[in-house]
């Protein structure tokens, strides 16, 4: 990439806690400053995120932001004095309350590009505030998948669509494995996210009493935390179910985790972007989920996994049976799953259409 390419680009992220839009924005940044972009980063001094950045030696401004910190005068200055110092020219946000703390500088530092990326699917509120944001600060809108930009234009249209906006995927890293079948004595079923209500990971509960009774020889792993946790393992306690679904808890080795399972399921009631379903396709896994929010755009049915009427439980069983007694299937499906990431979320590819579409 030419120097005349490059840009001063700025990462607005003040989440503590690591999820997938702070892996989506430390991802990218580190990307942009492989290719060259002076990249600056605007993030909270208790977050993970920082950790991470400092050691990939990227600069920071330190903000601690809640819901009401676009109330701050002295927040807003800060950072529009940062934005103006370091000649910012694109500024990216993920979130609703960075984007108002945030917008507000961008706007007060002039700054020419202001994107919003948009990574849940759930219906933004058609407030004054938001529509003065949506109209006169943001310059461009990014969603994560067709299914959250439908939720964008269901009160934003007339806004959005005199704006430059594009759906561009999550980038993945691809696994140096080959991502070799495995060869379990057991089935094993994985499943990973946080433990919350949205990933509803309390069906794989009654979808494992239904595998029982058909003498299946499985195990389920679901690997993640959250304020579900020792709810779920009652439930499974409760149910006797223990030698059948496992909690891991925090996995820090995915690609190892993923290795070790044979199918992966999502039980989540909506997804803005099955991130772990993209995921498991780069280790050539058969993927399952329900027919709801952006599932469809990752999941080729009978292609390389099943979407399941949503919640169905008995069909979901019904294709894990199929999947459990056919291993030339699994490995099927997980070729095609692996060629669909490759020409969907591949990292540098994802990038380059940022890199692209903040350029318009």
């Known amino acids: 990439m030419s120097r005349q390419n490059t840009q001063n680009i700025c990462f607005f992220n003040t989440t503590t806690f690591w999820g997938g839009g702070e892996k989506w924005h430390f991802d990218t940044a580190c990307l942009a400053q492989q290719n060259g972009h002076r990249v600056f980063f605007v993030c909270s001094p208790n977050s993970v995120l920082k950790e991470k950045l400092q050691e990939k030696g990227i600069e920071t401004l330190t903000v601690s932001n809640k819901k009401l910190g676009f109330l701050s005068l002295r927040k807003i200055r800060s950072i529009t004095r ?54 006169k600060v943001i310059t461009h809108f990014i969603f994560n998948s067709n299914a959250t930009r439908a939720l964008m234009l269901k009160n934003f249209s007339s806004i959005i669509e005199q704006k430059n906006h594009q759906v561009i995927y999550n980038a993945i890293d691809f696994p ?96 803005g972007f099955g991130f772990v379903l993209a995921e498991a396709m780069t280790h050539k896994k058969p993927c399952l989920a329900f027919n709801i929010s952006s599932n469809p755009e990752l999941i080729q049915p009978n292609e390389t996994g099943y979407l399941i009427p949503p919640f169905q439980l008995n069909v979901f069983a019904e294709k894990l049976l199929l999947l459990a007694n056919d291993k030339d299937l699994r490995k099927k499906m997980g070729e095609k799953a692996y060629t669909f990431a490759q020409l969907n979320f591949e990292k540098q590819k994802q990038f380059e259409k940022l890199i692209s579409f903040i350029s318009s």
């Open 82 to 135: 940062f934005l103006k110092d370091k000649q910012i020219q694109s500024v990216i946000f993920n979130n609703p309350a960075d984007l108002k703390l945030g917008g507000l500088a961008a706007y007060s530092a002039k700054t020419p590009v202001v994107v919003y990326r948009r990574g849940i699917a759930v219906e933004v509120k058609k407030k004054t505030f938001t529509q003065w944001l949506f109209k």
């Open 176 to 271: 140096k494995s080959k991502g070799l079948t495995t060869d379990n004595a057991r089935f094993v079923i994985g499943n990973a996210g946080r433990i919350v209500a949205q990933k509803a990971q309390h069906y794989l509960i009654e979808i494992a009493k239904i595998l029982i009774a058909k003498q299946l020889d499985f195990e389920i792993q679901i690997a993640g935390e959250g304020p579900k946790f020792d709810t779920l393992k009652q439930l499974i306690e409760e149910e006797n179910l223990s030698q059948h679904i496992t909690l891991l808890g925090f996995v820090k080795d995915m690609d190892n985790f993923m290795e070790g399972i044979d199918v992966f399921v999502s039980t989540a009631i909506w997804e």
